[in-house]
C-alpha cells in the first residue's frame, strides 16, 4: 500500500502551477525547470520512504524549486577575499591582475580585435606577435611563444626537441608540484625517453657527461620550486650545463616553474632564479608560468634562441596550447608594467610582497578599531605570510594579523567561506585571523562587513 505521505506529493506539472513558480517561470527554461522539479520530487519522494521524512507543504516545495532553478543558472567560480596571507594562492586562482590587465581583458573580449590580422599589410599575423617582443626586450631572449600553462610548455619542448630520443636530468629534480604534476610523467607523455643521473641529493657534471650518448637530445633542467633540499647537497650550475650541451651539441632546456622578473632578494626573500639569467647563462629554452611571480593571466612562456623556438612554433601540438585573446591582452598589460619599472605598483602580487610591516599593522589596527566599535572584540598580532604558488618555499615575510579571540573559529570560518563574497581566512591558536597583506584595499568595506554578517549569523537561533 503507498506511504500515506507520498499522495501528497505534487506531479511536476503542479509543482511548476505553483503561484511562486509560475511567477518566475520566465526566468528560467522550460526544459530546466522540468528537470529541477523531478530532481526534487525523486528526492522528497526517497526521503519519505527511506527516512520516514513528511512531506513537505505545497509552498515550502515551490520555495526550495525557485531556489535550486536559481541556484542552477549562477556561475559557480566566484570572487573570494583572500585574508589567509598565502600571496600567489592556486586554489584562488593565483595571481590576482592588475588594473589595466583586467581592462585590457574587457577591451579583447568585448568586440573584434587584431588578434591574428596585420592591419598594416592588411593580411593575416600572428596572435604571438602580441608578446614577443615584450618578451624579447624584458628577458633578452631572441624569441619567444606563449602556451597555455607552464606544464603545456614543457610538454611542447619535449616533444618538439625530444620525441623518441633521451633527455638527461638529475635525480634530485625529478618533482612533483601541486595537483599531482609530476615531471616524469610530463617526460613519459612527450614521448622523451628519461635518462637520471646523480642521486637524490648529490649530481656532478661527470654524471650528466657520463649518460651522453648518440640517442641524447637535450639536457633538462627543473626547478625545486616547492621544496629545497638542504645538508649533504651538490648540483650543476646552469652555466655548466650550457658548456657541457655545446661540447655536444645539445640544448638545455630550463623549467623555471615561478617565473621571476624581479630579484626577490630585494624584499628580504631567498634569491629566486631569474629569467633573464637563465637566458644569459645560455639555456636554449626557458619556462615559466604567467601567473605565479609574473603577475599575470595563466600562461605557459617559453623564451629562448630563435631556432628552438621555431621548431616549437612549427609543432603541430602548438594549436592545440594556444592562448586566447583575452590571455594575450592580460600578458602584454603586465609585461608593459615591467617594462615602464612599475611592476611594484601596479601588479598586485607585487604590492603585496613589497608592503611594509608597518603599513600592514597599520591596516590591522584599523579595522580592529572598526570591529571594536562594532561591538566585536579583535585584536591585532604578529605572525607571517607566506609567497606560495610553488615559488620560495619556507620562505615569509613578517606582517600582522587581525584575530578574533573568543568565537568559535571553525564554525565562524565556514559562515566566511560560504558568504557572499566569500572570505578566506586561517585559524591561528583557535582565534581567526585575517592578513591584510593579501586583502586588497579596495576590498576592506567588502571583508568588515562580511565578518560583522558572519558574526550576526552565529547568534541566531539555531546556529
Known amino acids: 500500500m503507498p506511504h500515506p505521505e507520498l499522495r501528497k506529493l505534487p506531479s511536476v506539472d503542479r509543482l ?7 511567477a518566475a517561470r520566465a526566468q528560467f527554461s522550460h526544459d530546466l525547470a522540468v528537470a529541477v522539479a523531478r530532481d526534487l520530487l525523486d528526492g522528497t519522494r526517497a526521503a519519505i520512504i527511506d527516512q520516514g521524512q513528511p512531506c513537505p507543504a505545497p509552498d515550502e516545495l ?63 599575423g600572428s596572435r604571438y606577435l602580441h608578446a614577443v617582443d615584450l618578451l624579447r ?9 606563449v602556451v597555455n600553462n607552464n606544464a603545456g610548455a614543457v610538454l611542447l619542448c619535449l616533444m618538439a626537441l625530444a620525441h623518441g630520443r633521451q633527455v638527461v636530468i638529475s635525480r634530485g629534480q625529478m618533482v612533483e608540484i601541486g595537483g599531482g604534476f609530476r615531471i616524469p610523467d610530463v617526460l613519459l607523455a612527450s614521448g622523451a625517453l628519461l635518462v637520471e643521473v646523480g642521486a637524490t641529493n648529490r649530481t656532478h657534471l661527470a654524471d650528466y657527461q657520463a649518460a651522453i650518448g648518440p640517442q641524447t637530445a637535450a639536457l633538462l ?9 638542504i645538508g649533504f647537497t651538490a648540483e650543476v650550475s646552469l652555466a655548466e ?20 622578473l624581479l630579484d626577490t632578494a630585494r624584499f628580504g626573500l631567498a634569491h629566486e632564479p631569474h629569467i633573464q639569467e637563465s637566458v644569459q647563462a645560455g639555456a636554449a629554452l626557458v619556462t615559466f608560468s604567467g601567473d605565479k611571480l609574473l ?22 601540438l602548438t594549436r592545440a596550447l594556444r592562448v586566447d585573446k583575452t590571455t594575450l591582452a592580460a600578458l602584454a598589460a603586465t609585461l608593459g608594467h615591467y617594462l615602464a619599472g612599475q611592476a611594484e605598483q601596479q601588479i598586485p602580487i607585487w604590492r603585496m610582497i613589497a608592503a611594509r610591516e608597518e603599513a600592514l599593522a597599520d591596516r590591522a589596527a584599523g579595522w580592529a578599531a572598526r570591529l571594536t566599535a562594532a561591538g566585536l572584540a579583535a585584536r591585532v598580532q604578529p ?32 559562515r566566511l567561506r560560504t558568504g557572499r563574497p566569500a572570505v578566506v581566512a586561517r585559524i591561528v591558536d583557535d582565534a581567526l585571523c585575517f592578513d591584510p597583506r593579501t586583502v586588497l584595499p579596495e576590498q576592506e568595506d567588502l571583508l568588515l562587513a562580511a565578518i560583522l554578517a558572519a558574526h550576526r549569523g552565529l547568534a541566531e537561533p539555531g546556529q
Request: proline share 6%.
Open 62 to 124: 515551490a520555495q526550495t524549486l525557485l531556489a535550486r532553478l536559481h541556484a542552477a543558472v549562477q556561475p559557480t567560480l566566484q570572487p573570494v577575499i583572500n585574508a589567509s596571507g598565502v600571496i600567489i594562492h592556486t586554489n584562488l586562482g593565483r595571481a590576482p591582475l592588475s588594473q589595466e590587465a583586467q581592462a585590457a581583458m574587457l577591451l579583447a573580449g568585448e568586440g573584434y580585435s587584431n588578434l591574428e590580422y596585420d592591419l598594416a599589410a592588411g593580411r593575416r
Open 241 to 260: 650545463l650550457v658548456a657541457l650541451g655545446r661540447q655536444h651539441g645539445l640544448p638545455v632546456i630550463d623549467d623555471l616553474g615561478s617565473g621571476a
Open 16 to 22: 511548476l502551477q505553483q503561484s511562486a513558480v509560475a
Open 295 to 316: 603577475g599575470g593571466p595563466q600562461a605557459g612562456l617559453i623564451v629562448g634562441r630563435a631556432a628552438e623556438i621555431a621548431r616549437l612554433r612549427q609543432h603541430p
Open 221 to 229: 633542467r627543473v626547478h625545486s620550486s616547492n621544496f629545497r633540499q
Open 383 to 414: 605572525a607571517a605570510s607566506t609567497v606560495g604558488g610553488g615559488a620560495l618555499p619556507g620562505e615569509t615575510l613578517p606582517t600582522c594579523l587581525l584575530a578574533l579571540p573568543g568565537l568559535p573559529a571553525d564554525r565562524m570560518a565556514a
Open 137 to 145: 626586450r624584458l628577458t633578452g631572449a631572441e624569441d619567444a611563444l
